[in-house]
């Protein structure tokens, strides 16, 4: 780990305090640091506020950061019946921009979260500033399509319900999936996901938003056009399992401001893996002359860099 790293790592501007909205009727946890424009944090499907504890203390430098946990997982409320549709849970998500008072704010979402990122964006562009992209799952990926289809069979709602309860060597093969290098999975890791998946509820509401994943994907689809002209940086680990990294090259076709970052060694979650890295790319991104309307040259010459092979490939290092 290099020196600036380190420093920027755990340089501390403030504490990160948990604390709930109310969101249609219901309890939404959050965990809040720093001070600035809002930026929020969207987790993945069986993820949390916690998969962000790398990131919030080194955006919160330049802004005020919130890592949401969405109904039905973390420390959030589960609600019978909640609709689990990502359209559904991007209204969840302005709902918690209301109760907390946040006219916009910059947005970045990861694997299913990056997908209601997108939704959300296109529904309320008003309401998005910049977007970050990690991963976003997407029309263009198919790599999870057969076990999302498998999961929605009697026997595979079955299997989703027995996971929470997997022996620990085959849970900590799963997790390790997700990284480019299994050895880089932080120490806690696992013990927070598995806990958080145990709680009643969590497996039923996961199931829910894998039973309209595909309609799901039909309207992210659906809402491409609306997001041609968005400024946005997607950010992708070049061994990704579970969201293709040729569907990361074709989301940069479609969306002609995008800036595409490929993280060389990452799987896809590059925001635990490498978050020296990530944070870097994020506070650039997102850095305030560029909220004040400097948008448009940001995005032209990323492009220029990227003319000539319309990929920038990082050499990533773990922290």
Same mark, same amino acid.
């Given at each position: 780990m290099t020196l600036a790293t380190w420093m920027m790592e755990n340089m501390q501007p403030s504490a990160i305090r948990s604390d709930w909205a109310e969101v249609d009727g219901a309890r939404m946890h959050y965990m809040v640091t720093g001070s600035g424009p809002p930026v929020i944090l969207i987790h993945g499907i069986i993820g949390s506020a916690f998969s962000w504890r790398r990131n919030m203390r080194p955006l919160a430098h330049d802004a005020t950061v919130y890592a949401i946990d969405l109904l039905g997982l973390g420390q959030s409320d589960r609600v019978p019946g909640l609709d689990a549709s990502m359209s559904a849970t991007a209204e969840r998500v302005i709902a918690f921009m209301?109760?907390? !008072?946040?006219? *916009?704010?910059?947005?970045?979402? *990861?694997? /299913?979260?990056?997908a209601i990122a997108m939704l959300l964006a296109a529904r309320y562009p008003e309401r998005v500033g910049k977007l970050v992209l990690v991963a976003p799952a997407n029309p263009y990926s198919d790599l999870s399509d057969a076990i999302i289809r498998f999961y929605r069979t009697a026997l595979g709602k079955w299997f989703v319900l027995q996971v929470p309860f997997l022996p620990e060597p085959v849970q900590d093969i799963a997790l390790g999936r997700m990284y480019g290098d299994p050895a880089r999975v932080p120490p806690g890791t696992l013990a927070n996901y598995v806990s958080a998946l145990q709680i009643p509820g969590t497996a039923q /509401? +996961?199931?829910?938003?894998?039973?309209?994943?595909? %309609?799901?994907?039909?309207? +992210?689809?659906?809402? @491409?056009?609306r997001l041609e002209d968005k400024p946005m940086l997607l950010l992708w680990g070049d061994k990704d399992r579970a969201v293709s990294l040729s569907s990361a090259h074709?989301?940069? %076709? +479609? @969306? /002609?401001?995008?800036?595409? *970052?490929?993280?060389?060694?990452?799987? !896809?979650?590059?925001? %635990? %893996?490498m978050p020296g890295e990530v944070n870097s790319r994020l506070r650039e991104w997102l850095a305030p002359p560029y909220r004040r309307g400097d948008a448009n040259g940001k995005v032209a010459r990323s492009k220029r860099d990227l003319r000539l092979s319309n990929l920038r490939l990082v050499h990533g290092e773990g922290d």
């Open positions: 209301d109760a907390l !008072h946040l006219q *916009t704010a910059d947005v970045v979402g *990861t694997s /299913h979260g990056g /509401h +996961v199931m829910n938003i894998l039973n309209c994943w595909f %309609e799901d994907m039909q309207q +992210v689809s659906e809402a @491409l056009p074709k989301l940069n %076709e +479609v @969306l /002609h401001r995008s800036v595409l *970052t490929v993280l060389e060694g990452a799987g !896809h979650l590059p925001y %635990e %893996e």
